[in-house]
């Protein structure tokens, strides 16, 4: 009789054990929603973001790749014909493509070498402005050509119109 039940039991548990697990409905699943939270200010420029397309990160990762490697024009494909620029010293400029990326091979020929590390970045699109943007905080350390290090930290905000890239906000502090 004991023989008997333990087969019961065994057989009981092993076909228990072999039923395929039924699919969950999206009925089933629940999304717990942060709930809206009243902050004391209103954002002036938007303040209703999500995350954005990562392929904007990566133009403007593959940008500071090709600057390290001083292969600039293999870039401006992803550039609008002209570019709004905001420097770090809050001088605002529209340049052409062409000059934007005159200055940039101007600025990358003072150094034998450039580096650049990434200790964060994001892209984000603002919804209610139907924008994308993508910021990025940078360490730049480079060798200039009289052999004296250089070392600059940035933040810049890059924003994108069909998939290219038309505004550079930038904002720096040296290094000694």
Known sequence: MTKLMLTAALSLLLFSCSEEPKPVSTEEVKVEKTPPVD?????????????????????ALDFYKALEAD????????????????????????????????????????????????????????????????????????????????STRYQENWRFRNSKVYYVADFARYSK
């Not at 600039?72 to 620029?85: A, P, R």
């Open 39 to 59: 902050l004391p200010y209103k954002a002036t420029y938007s303040s209703d973001w999500s995350i954005g397309d990562p392929n904007y990160t990566k133009i």
């Open 71 to 150: 292969n600039i024009d293999s870039m401006s494909q992803y550039f609008e014909d002209s570019v709004q620029f905001k420097s770090y010293d809050n001088r605002t400029v529209m340049v052409s493509r062409d000059e934007m990326f005159r200055l940039v091979k101007k600025f990358r020929s003072k150094f034998t070498t450039l580096s650049e590390e990434f200790p964060a970045f994001v892209c984000l699109h603002s919804n209610d402005r139907n924008e994308d943007w993508v910021s990025l905080w940078i360490n730049e350390t480079g060798i200039l050509l009289n052999g004296k290090a250089d």
